[in-house]
């Protein structure tokens, strides 16, 4: 073997060391929590914090579960994220149809006024929306999760699905309205289906940024009761401090437990649709 | 047909329950914190109408001032950070690996979809050193290097480097799948051409393939600034802003303002100045891709 077949294998093999070496950075910090969720109490004082647990402690878990009340925090979650993606995919379709595929005049200043809050930092609406609902007497309520969240959803899922709506073609609403459809069923029995593709993109992505919001839940709720998981966390490592490290692992194991699954099952269309979002927003 | 495409009360069915909510919830509050932020005090206890002063007692405020610094230290980290390796990552999808390729870029992306709050968790665990070392500190003993070990987030200067560096983590595969989707886009024999006249390594980079990246790039600057200029819970969930101040960003201070010291008029004041710098930069960056245009 001469010496530059030498040297480019010895440098593929350092290139393969380093791809091998970033991978694990990327994962051995998830991996690292899992593993400690199953750890007792007692090795976290024992062990070095990288050694692997001695066996499967799944008391932290039910610790988490109901002591530190996640089963709580994660029902809060699950409800108003649930219920604000039904909102932000039947609203930004709803207003997709009537801005593209319908005709009045105001049409292209609705569009604007729906895009106008696309990239707003949410800080800014913290204190009126704070006020209003003290007002209306909705702080500490799902509501006032649920309609914030629907909100600052529709502006991204109205531009996402109205650009897909653009390339449908017009011809098979006009069969439609031949055949006698209203233009309700017309919007529920053809433009619905045909969009799919778009409301299952907007359903996943807004599904991450809901269940992942921290600065809505933390301002809008301060009853322990209605937290949601990720406010949920912040409480639990402040009650429970340093005194459980293995509860506060299977905590937030728990906390992206529903994130890491609906990755694992539709990674090409979460990658797919978060960059598209990014991209084009 | 005509006549049912403009059907006014379908129009409506449509469009209005969508931009009540809408109204009531992005539009009019962003225009009401404007409002607010030339008054002082607190409404309907003492209230009062003081101008552009807000905006000027900031550049007094030297706990703004501090975190106006440190917000722009981390913006600059970051953003290079961010978007620096997520574009070498790209490159190195496309041209470093040939097998696994989707396994890896599943992998990279990974942390991009985590709750912020479990991952600013998970890092005040691996920096932790009291009551026991964490993941960081106890790895150093295991390598020997045991006198590097230290309070990672009690002291100012790694608190922040900490913070830095989870961000990036983060995000940088997101970054690099866009790259890698734009890399893609470039015609291969473009790329051949370029192979055929001599361009290797960092010429073919410089001249062939950074031109065309240019409008990606300036696209995902446009967002890792405005990402990192209101970054909030990613600071929250590390360290809550400490050491003291040392990583409290701008936006913690307008929420603290806000919510602490109940100076609504003062926190809205800097939630409009985080606004500004939004627009601003995007202005600038948009400015930038036209002028290279033409």
Same mark, same amino acid.
């Given at each position: =073997?001469?010496?530059?077949?030498?040297?480019?294998?010895?440098?593929?093999?350092?290139?393969?060391?380093?791809?091998?070496?970033?991978?694990?950075?990327?994962?051995?910090?998830?991996?690292?929590?899992?593993?400690?969720?199953?750890?007792?109490?007692?090795?976290?004082?024992?062990?070095?914090?990288?050694?692997?647990?001695?066996?499967?402690?799944?008391?932290?878990?039910?610790?988490?579960?109901?002591?530190?009340? =996640?089963?709580?925090?994660?029902?809060?979650?699950?409800?108003?994220?649930?219920?604000?993606?039904?909102?932000?995919?039947?609203?930004?379709?709803?207003?997709?149809?009537?801005?593209?595929?319908?005709?009045?005049?105001?049409?292209?200043?609705?569009?604007?006024?729906?895009?106008? !809050?696309?990239?707003?930092?949410?800080?800014?609406?913290?204190?009126?929306?704070?006020?209003?609902?003290?007002?209306?007497?909705?702080?500490?309520?799902?509501?006032?999760?649920?309609?914030?969240?629907?909100?600052?959803?529709?502006?991204?899922?109205?531009?996402?699905?109205?650009?897909?709506?653009?390339?449908?073609?017009?011809?098979?609403?006009?069969?439609?309205?031949?055949?006698?459809?209203?233009?309700?069923?017309?919007?529920?029995?053809?433009?619905?289906?045909?969009?799919?593709?778009?409301?299952?993109?907007?359903?996943?992505?807004?599904?991450?940024?809901?269940?992942?919001?921290?600065?809505?839940?933390?301002?809008?709720?301060?009853?322990?009761?209605?937290?949601?998981?990720?406010?949920?966390?912040?409480?639990?490592?402040?009650?429970?401090?340093?005194?459980?490290? !293995?509860?506060?692992?299977?905590?937030?194991?728990?906390?992206?437990?529903?994130?890491?699954?609906?990755?694992?099952?539709?990674?090409?269309?979460?990658?797919?649709?978060?960059?598209?979002?990014?991209?084009?927003? | $047909?005509?006549?049912?495409?403009?059907?006014?009360?379908? +129009?409506?069915?449509?469009?209005?329950?969508?931009?009540? +909510?809408?109204?009531?919830?992005?539009?009019?509050?962003?225009?009401?914190?404007?409002?607010?932020?030339?008054?002082?005090?607190? @409404?309907?206890?003492?209230?009062?109408?003081?101008?552009?002063?807000?905006?000027?007692?900031?550049?007094?405020?030297?706990?703004?001032?501090?975190?106006?610094?440190?917000?722009?230290?981390?913006?600059? +980290?970051?953003?290079?950070?961010?978007?620096?390796?997520?574009?070498?990552?790209?490159?190195?999808?496309?041209?470093?690996?040939?097998?696994?390729?989707?396994?890896? *870029?599943?992998?990279? %992306?990974? @942390?991009?979809?985590? @709750?912020?709050?479990?991952?600013?968790?998970?890092?005040?665990? +691996?920096?932790?050193?009291?009551?026991?070392?964490?993941? %960081?500190?106890?790895?150093?003993?295991?390598?020997?290097?045991?006198?590097? #070990?230290?309070?990672?987030?009690?002291?100012?200067?790694?608190? %922040?480097? #900490?913070?830095?560096? $989870?961000?990036?983590?983060?995000?940088?595969?997101?970054?690099?799948?866009?790259?890698?989707?734009?890399? $893609?886009?470039?015609?291969? /024999?473009?790329?051949?051409?370029?192979?055929?006249?001599?361009?290797?390594?960092?010429?073919?980079?410089?001249?062939?393939?950074?031109?065309?990246? *240019?409008?990606?790039?300036?696209?995902?600057?446009?967002?890792?600034?405005?990402?990192?200029?209101?970054?909030?819970?990613?600071?929250?969930?590390?360290?809550?802003?400490?050491?003291?101040?040392?990583?409290?960003?701008?936006?913690?201070?307008?929420? /603290?303002?806000?919510?602490?010291?109940?100076?609504?008029?003062?926190?809205?004041?800097?939630?409009? %100045?985080?606004?500004?710098?939004? #627009?601003?930069?995007?202005? #600038?960056?948009?400015?930038?891709?036209?002028? *290279?245009?033409?």
């Amino acid at each position: =073997m001469n010496n530059s077949k030498l040297g480019s294998r010895l440098t593929s093999l350092l290139f393969k060391v380093f791809v091998v070496l970033f991978l694990a950075l990327e994962l051995y910090p998830i991996i690292w929590m899992l593993l400690s969720s199953f750890k007792a109490t007692q090795e976290f004082t024992q062990n070095p914090s990288y050694s692997l647990p001695e066996g499967f402690y799944f008391q932290n878990y039910v610790d988490a579960w109901t002591t530190g009340k =996640m089963g709580i925090f994660f029902k809060n979650s699950l409800i108003t994220t649930v219920v604000s993606l039904v909102f932000i995919v039947l609203f930004s379709t709803s207003v997709s149809f009537a801005l593209v595929k319908m005709h009045w005049k105001l049409r292209n200043a609705a569009l604007s006024f729906f895009m106008s !809050g696309i990239m707003v930092p949410v800080t800014i609406v913290l204190i009126p929306l704070f006020s209003m609902y003290k007002e209306l007497h909705l702080l500490n309520t799902y509501w006032s999760l649920i309609i914030t969240y629907t909100g600052f959803g529709l502006a991204l899922s109205v531009f996402l699905i109205s650009s897909y709506m653009r390339s449908m073609p017009d011809e098979l609403i006009e069969a439609a309205v031949i055949d006698g459809c209203s233009i309700y069923k017309v919007f529920w029995k053809v433009v619905v289906p045909l969009s799919m593709n778009a409301i299952v993109t907007v359903l996943v992505i807004q599904f991450f940024f809901r269940w992942n919001d921290m600065l809505f839940s933390m301002t809008f709720i301060s009853r322990t009761a209605m937290k949601t998981v990720q406010t949920g966390l912040l409480y639990f490592s402040d009650e429970w401090g340093n005194k459980n490290w !293995g509860a506060i692992f299977a905590a937030i194991s728990i906390g992206v437990m529903p994130t890491l699954g609906l990755y694992a099952a539709l990674n090409k269309l979460v990658i797919d649709g978060m960059t598209a979002g990014a991209v084009k927003g | $047909m005509e006549r049912l495409l403009k059907d006014k009360v379908a +129009i409506l069915v449509f469009v209005l329950p969508a931009a009540l +909510i809408y109204l009531f919830s992005v539009f009019v509050p962003i225009c009401w914190s404007t409002y607010y932020s030339l008054f002082s005090g607190l @409404p309907g206890i003492n209230f009062k109408f003081v101008g552009l002063s807000n905006f000027a007692k900031m550049w007094s405020d030297r706990i703004f001032l501090g975190a106006f610094g440190m917000n722009m230290a981390y913006v600059a +980290i970051v953003v290079v950070g961010q978007v620096g390796l997520g574009l070498l990552l790209s490159l190195l999808f496309m041209f470093g690996i040939r097998k696994y390729k989707t396994l890896v *870029r599943t992998i990279v %992306f990974f @942390p991009v979809v985590l @709750p912020v709050v479990a991952v600013g968790q998970l890092f005040s665990k +691996i920096f932790e050193i009291t009551p026991t070392n964490g993941l %960081f500190n106890s790895l150093l003993v295991l390598l020997g290097l045991g006198n590097w #070990v230290q309070p990672w987030l009690g002291q100012p200067t790694s608190a %922040f480097l #900490v913070l830095c560096f $989870m961000d990036i983590w983060t995000a940088m595969g997101f970054y690099a799948i866009i790259f890698y989707a734009a890399l $893609m886009d470039i015609p291969t /024999d473009i790329i051949e051409a370029a192979h055929i006249d001599g361009a290797n390594g960092f010429r073919l980079l410089k001249s062939v393939l950074l031109p065309s990246l *240019r409008p990606i790039t300036l696209a995902c600057l446009i967002f890792s600034f405005t990402g990192t200029l209101k970054v909030f819970e990613s600071s929250l969930a590390l360290t809550r802003g400490g050491p003291g101040t040392a990583t409290k960003t701008l936006s913690m201070y307008m929420y /603290d303002s806000s919510f602490l010291h109940s100076q609504y008029g003062y926190g809205s004041a800097i939630a409009v %100045f985080i606004l500004i710098e939004c #627009v601003v930069i995007t202005a #600038v960056l948009n400015g930038v891709l036209k002028s *290279r245009e033409s």
